[in-house]
């Protein structure tokens, strides 16, 4: 079974490797049967990267630990759920994973542009090809996971903080985020290459980019939830290294995603738009370095290996030659199209992307950093919260606000009289809002005020606009709201989604301020029958059990909790002693509050032989709003990438333009 796999591997790196060789010797000379058997090739890779992949979840759930990467990473007393998930807990099999993804990508947006895109694929082949063919080197040459041993009794399990449910979900979702930025960076490295620089590439990966786009903020928001639940220490958001690599290309693709609308609309930011690809595609693979490389420390992270320079050169050169491509094409980016007002929505959106691509650098700063200052001073020097916290005002506030300008005004040029006539309503709730939140008391933080009153701003706007819509549709003849409503979103779902999208940032911004600005903590070491206070909480610790769990002994704490003089039952808070990997994970107790979002957060942080344990207990209001935002991300995520028939149209109008079939 190991040479089965090492001998599947050697292929997907053969074949990449004529993939990409015959693929640019094909686009060079326009030799179209050479393209075809180079496209072959990139497709044979994903059946025998699968088949390496097969061998390696057959090994796992064998519990084969001839494999050095089974022993290391699984137990026989280890759940199967998280026996499957091993896959990608370890270095290797994460890598195997990118892989797989990688060329199984790479096979379908080929074979779904190969008609109307001709011209493009014959580039787009070599592009994943190259990509690819550094996986699959790191796996034949240096990380296998098939690497054997002596086989042993048992193996070393599983880190306590991975098994969780979470971890079935969250790694896969932020690696087809990854991943799926490869294919609008192999479009636009095909575009400068072939010199099609119209929109053809714009709208062939607009959807790729959208769903990497998507499982990168959903796979964040789950992880946020893992840390929450998980970690044992009253946050859900660190801004660990690896947790702001995830976020960096995010915000980037953000930031494309947003004008390219403008290059759409008005033929404008074509330089723009290929940088900011260009940059979420490096930002993906820097999150890969830092997490492989060892060069930070981060519970995400892996040990230090040699993984790590073949990560750093390979940036360097995909950096180097997408630079250079640009420069040699700018005469053909240029657009003759300039902005005419500070005052439209292409300003609105400039701004916008100008806003995330500032936090988006001043998070990259804060990630490079300590690694300089190590390598020039031979210490690590680590910016603090404080100091992400601070840029998260600066550029983040002003965000959230131009997400209620920005789809709201005018293009081309906006006149005073219809700004007033657009914001009032929405400006009126705002000043409300901030007016009714300083009578309640709200004011203690600035900031967190600004947030509630900038985010009651972008509710109000999209609630209008919603609602202007579907009185239109009525008008028209509709038969009730529901259906005017429905038929609304049907016939523009990327405005619309993207309205969706916009609350769920809202909401995630509300529940971010509130459990930051406005939590409260308390700690007190208590005996049995003794209490303690909160806000208007009171817990008494009553219990302290022990039982036997599937993988780890499980000590908890039982507490009865009252508010108010009302018993609202109890909560359990306490420890995990796991067996095989000799550790100890915290294991949370946590009562939601739905109706006002509010949660009491409970940690056991030591439990004393005698049975006294010292809690600390967090109250952290509308923390729930940051999870409800999760699932009206996904909403909107799913009603902007829904296939529509107008995008459709326009696609073949964009075909019959240059001449080319338009099916897909």
Not at 389 to 413: E, N, Q, V
Not at 427 to 447: K, N
Request: proline share 4%.
């Amino acid at each position: 079974m190991p040479e089965l796999g090492r001998a599947a591997l050697v292929v997907t790196l053969g074949l990449s490797l004529f993939a990409l060789v015959a693929g640019t010797a094909a686009a060079l000379e326009g030799r179209r049967r050479l393209a075809q058997s180079a496209q072959n090739a990139l497709v044979a890779s994903f059946v025998s990267t699968a088949v390496a992949a097969a061998v390696l979840l057959s090994a796992l759930l064998r519990n084969d630990f001839s494999f050095e990467y089974v022993a290391r990473t699984t137990s026989r007393a280890l759940p199967t759920a998280y026996t499957i998930s091993a896959f990608w807990g370890g270095q290797e099999g994460s890598l195997l994973l990118w892989l797989l993804i990688l060329t199984g990508f790479a096979t379908a947006a080929v074979h779904l542009n190969r008609r109307w895109a001709r011209d493009l694929i014959v580039w787009v082949v070599p592009v994943f090809a190259a990509v690819g063919s550094f996986f699959a080197f790191l796996l034949v040459a240096v990380a296998s996971p098939f690497a054997t041993q002596a086989a042993t009794p048992d193996g070393a399990g599983m880190t306590p903080s991975l098994q969780n449910p979470y971890m079935l979900a969250h790694p896969p979702l932020l690696y087809l985020g990854y991943v799926g930025l490869t294919v609008p960076f192999a479009f636009a490295i095909a575009a400068l290459l072939s010199t099609q620089l119209d929109e053809r590439w714009l709208i062939a990966t607009r959807r790729w980019t959208l769903f990497a786009w998507a499982a990168l903020g959903i796979g964040q928001l789950l992880g946020a939830h893992w840390a929450y639940v998980e970690v044992g220490w009253g946050g859900y958001y660190a801004w660990d290294p690896v947790e702001n690599a995830a976020l960096m290309p995010w915000l980037a693709a953000t930031a494309f995603l947003h004008s390219v609308m403008i290059q759409e609309k008005r033929g404008m930011l074509k330089v723009w738009n290929m940088l900011l690809v260009l940059l979420a595609f490096g930002l993906a693979l820097f999150g890969t370095f830092l997490t492989r490389s060892g060069v930070v420390n981060s519970i995400h992270s892996f040990t230090q290996s040699s993984i790590g320079a073949w990560f750093l050169a390979f940036i360097v050169v995909v950096v180097a030659v997408s630079l250079v491509l640009v420069f040699l094409r700018l005469p053909l980016l240029r657009s003759p199209t300039k902005l005419e007002s500070p005052v439209s929505r292409e300003a609105a959106f400039l701004y916008n992307n100008l806003l995330l691509l500032a936090l988006c650098l001043a998070i990259l700063w804060g990630v490079v950093y300590p690694m300089l200052s190590e390598a020039v001073r031979g210490e690590a020097v680590v910016l603090g919260r404080s100091y992400y916290d601070f840029f998260l005002r600066i550029f983040g506030l002003p965000l959230l606000l131009l997400m209620g300008i920005g789809p709201l005004i005018a293009w081309r040029r906006a006149s005073l009289r219809t700004l007033i006539t657009t914001f009032r309503w929405p400006t009126l709730v705002a000043l409300a809002t901030g007016v009714l939140l300083l009578f309640l008391g709200a004011g203690s933080s600035i900031p967190g005020l600004v947030a509630y009153t900038f985010s009651a701003f972008v509710l109000a706007t999209i609630v209008m606009e919603f609602a202007r819509g579907t009185r239109a549709r009525m008008a028209l003849g509709a038969s009730g709201w529901l259906t005017a409503f429905t038929s609304l979103v049907a016939r523009n779902r990327r405005r619309y989604g993207g309205y969706v999208v916009h609350a769920a940032i809202v909401l995630l911004a509300i529940g971010v301020a509130g459990s930051n600005a406005f939590d409260s903590v308390a700690e007190a070491k208590l005996e049995r029958g003794q209490s303690m206070r909160i806000g208007d909480y009171t817990l008494t610790y009553r219990s302290l059990s022990e039982r036997a769990g599937a993988n780890a002994t499980e000590i908890r704490a039982t507490l009865g909790i009252r508010r108010g003089g009302r018993d609202l039952g109890t909560l359990q808070a306490g420890k995990n002693a796991y067996t095989v990997e000799q550790q100890v994970s915290n294991e949370v107790g946590i009562r939601s509050d739905r109706l006002t979002g509010e949660d009491l957060f409970v940690i056991a942080e030591q439990i004393d032989p005698n049975g006294t344990v010292y809690f600390r207990v967090f109250v952290k209001p509308l923390v729930n709003l940051i999870w409800l935002a999760g699932l009206v991300f996904l909403i909107g995520s799913v009603i902007t990438l829904w296939p529509d028939r107008r995008e459709q149209r326009r696609l073949v109008a964009r075909a019959a333009q240059v001449g080319l079939p338009a099916t897909r």
